[in-house]
């Protein structure tokens, strides 16, 4: 019979923590949609900025075009509220454990282990 031996890592007489994959990856998504979030909102409040303190009066056509940019950004900004504020939207579920079939018998008649 096989033994398998767990490997250990011990550096300075502390063991190292592992995280899980799957929290890796939630963790690296996070810290994205944080950064494109942010970055988001400081476009969106510097197009604000930029049409309400003009110094000289904007040409129509310039603020049509912030009129537009503006208007684009608020379902952009609508779904970064509902991933932040809603639970649950992208959790990764668990792997399923790994199970021992059970002995049955298949649709030809034969015994299946």
Known sequence: ???IHEKKTVRNGKQRDRIPVNEKIQLA???ARLFIGL???A???YIVHTMLNA???LTQSSKDLLNLLIGAF???LGGIAKF???QGSDDIPPPA???KPEQGVDNAGSVVA
Do not use: A, K, N, V
């Open 1 to 3: 019979m096989e033994e």
């Open 29 to 31: 998504r996070f810290w």
């Open 39 to 41: 970055s988001t909102l």
């Open 43 to 45: 476009l969106f409040g």
């Open 55 to 57: 110094t000289d009066e």
């Open 74 to 76: 608020l379902p952009i």
């Open 84 to 86: 932040y504020f809603e």
């Open 97 to 99: 454990p790994h199970r």
